[in-house]
């Protein structure tokens, strides 16, 4: 839906064994037990080289050669192949002036006189300070991982500290596209010994997901001698790489299919089904259907299209999607940037959050999540997230209410039915409640726009869809219709990524030429221009607190309710995809977590004789 879907998602996969090329012994005695598992996907990856190709259907195929590092389990990144969970330590160190740090608003920086810092201990923004001269304490974080003993390469040789940090220092060069941010803000990535390695962030970075700081390890053997400009491109790296996982790859069939085998290397138990196949059939649903009916398809991903699951024959499950779609208000537009002018400025109809909770009652939110084939969504986080406030609710459709709202606010209805200003503090007298709504060009998101337009009417409001593509919807910069903070609605997704995304709604973020309150320049990304310094306080304490600290989830919830009150955006609804298999299927567990993925436990998944 939006040019924005990012996503900090963990992968993972358990299983092992038997031989790469053919059938175990007991699977061969017993011709009633299945051998091969068909997953069907719509497309087909361009690479699996993990700094190549982000795709949905990359990540599937992964899931199958690597295991881990992580697992998403409650929102929470678990390892999978350590010793131990590992465990990040803080410690407060010295600094001076032009030492590098990360300053109190997560940016590196060279310490000088009037650098925002925090210091040692303090983890929410009302205790940053202006580092004028001398030493100053700030908090530094590190986090040691030691990898388990018995990994492997598929090829056979072992698996060591060193390819993470070939990894690390592949994923830091120019060359390799990547967002280069916790890259910037490592002080040091270095292996001990052939198990250890050592994470150690900047001073002033108090990294709430220091627990994960852990490169993706690439087979240094193999791909040292390659450099990281190749490597994009590299037939090894992209079409047969080597995994440590429950599968690895015997044949890549171009438009068709990517077959696996047992990985007789792998270090845990061993996959259930000797051979694996990642077929690619397309995003049609009923094509799909078909697909699995006839057999060709053991397990449907949700990319291929399919809407329900009423069809006979099929399990599955509603699976949430990566992404919360909102309606944005304009709070604080570009133009207000030098003062407000009622004569010259658009009408100041969102600063007063009575008016917003006003308009958030007029839009039927339940019928949004249908259109999309979706739940209703809750804020930037998941309802089942346990950073989730559960006493942090919206307003409930009620267009009743909605208008009693608006009529005391003094926006009083005309003979035409339009709303106009009678009394409204931030409007002329007279002025008509006309409103415009920036929206991409995606269909699904057409439609959802007017179902916006149509609910306000009943309120009053006279809405005016701007459609734009993407590209232009979300350019970089000042005349950007949202990112330069021109528009009264704006309606697009966010992602849900790793952590609670309170970020998005920060102060210093709101896009802007101002650099002494817009940090970030036209780069922010607070679009709505809303500044609230009780949640800039709870934000900040979360994004400051390791996730093992009982402050970080309070912040969290602290800082949910207050967005939920405030309302600089509404949000709508958290699409939802189908994944289905065939009715003997076992094994697959319905995900409720937005940003986990399909296919971590792919080791035991069975159908028939192999299930239980």
């Known amino acids: ?147 388990q003993s018995g990994l492997r390469w598929s090829d056979g040789t072992a698996l060591t500290a060193n390819d993470s940090v070939f990894s690390f220092q592949i994923v830091s060069a120019d060359e390799t596209p990547s967002n280069k941010d916790i890259i910037a803000k490592t002080a040091s990535y270095t292996a001990a010994d052939e198990r250890t390695v050592t994470w150690v962030g900047l001073p002033g970075f108090v990294d709430a997901h220091a627990a994960t700081r852990f490169w993706h ?193 003094g926006w009083i209805s005309s003979e035409d039915g339009l709303r106009r200003s009678q009394s409204f503090a931030g409007a002329l007298f007279g002025q008509a409640l006309e409103l415009r709504l920036a929206a991409s060009d995606d269909p699904q998101e057409l439609a959802v726009a007017e179902l916006i337009r149509a609910n306000l009417a009943d309120c009053g409001a006279a809405v005016t869809i701007e459609s734009l593509p993407a590209a232009e919807l979300f350019a970089t910069g000042p005349e950007s219709p949202v990112f330069g903070r021109n528009f009264d609605l704006a309606l697009f997704a966010w992602p849900f990524g790793e952590q609670p995304a309170c970020y998005l709604f920060l102060s210093e973020t709101v896009p802007g030429s101002n650099s002494n309150i817009q940090r970030y320049g036209w780069g922010g990304w607070n679009v709505s221009g809303w500044q609230n310094a009780e949640f800039d306080a709870a934000c900040h304490t979360a994004l400051n607190t390791l996730v093992s600290d009982p402050a970080h989830t309070q912040a969290h919830q602290a800082a949910h309710a207050i967005f939920a009150e405030q309302l600089p955006a509404l949000p709508l609804a958290v699409p939802f995809g189908v994944v289905a298999a065939r009715p003997d299927f076992c094994g697959l567990e319905a995900d409720t977590q937005p940003g986990a993925r399909l296919l971590q436990s792919i080791a035991t998944y069975g159908y028939g004789s192999l299930c239980p």
């Open 1 to 147: 839906m939006t040019a924005a879907l990012l996503l900090a998602i963990i992968l993972s996969a358990c299983g092992q064994a038997g031989d790469a090329s053919t059938p175990t012994p007991e699977a061969t005695s017993t011709p009633n037990v299945p051998q091969v598992l068909n997953i069907c996907m719509a497309s087909e990856p361009s690479s699996l080289y993990i700094y190549a190709d982000s795709s949905s259907s990359a990540a599937a195929v992964r899931q199958a050669i690597y295991d881990g590092p992580f697992d998403l389990q409650n929102y929470v990144a678990e390892g999978v192949i350590f010793e131990t969970q590992p465990a990040p330590t803080v410690q407060a160190v010295t600094v001076r002036q032009g030492d590098l740090i990360v300053d109190a608003y997560g940016r590196v920086a060279t310490l000088g006189p009037g650098v925002m810092v925090r210091p040692a201990g303090c983890q929410s923004g009302d205790c940053m300070q202006a580092y004028t001269e001398g030493e100053i304490q700030l908090d530094q974080v590190s986090t040691t991982f030691v990898l």
């Open 217 to 409: 390890p690439l087979p240094q053997h193999t791909l040292g001698g390659i450099s990281p400009a190749d490597l994009l491109t590299n037939e090894q790296a992209a079409r047969s790489p080597l995994g440590w996982g429950p599968y690895t790859i015997t044949e890549w069939l171009a438009g068709e299919r990517i077959q696996l085998a047992r990985n007789t290397n792998y270090a845990g138990s061993p996959a259930k089904l000797a051979e694996l196949n990642f077929v690619f059939i397309g995003s049609n649903a009923a094509t799909s259907a078909a697909a699995l009916a006839d057999g060709r398809c053991d397990l449907l991903l949700p990319s291929t299209g399919l809407q329900t699951l009423e069809a006979a024959g099929m399990q599955g499950s509603l699976v949430p999607q990566d992404q919360w779609l909102h309606l944005v208000f304009g709070i604080e537009p570009r133009t207000y940037d030098d003062g407000f002018n009622p004569y010259s400025d658009r009408a100041d109809y969102f600063g007063d959050v009575a008016m917003r909770q006003a308009l958030a009652q007029c839009i039927d939110r339940g019928a949004i999540a249908n259109a999309v084939n979706g739940a209703l969504a809750t804020g930037y986080l998941p309802a089942s997230s346990p950073y989730a406030n559960p006493g942090a609710a919206l307003p409930a459709y009620d267009p009743a209410a909605a208008n009693g709202s608006l009529d005391a606010l």
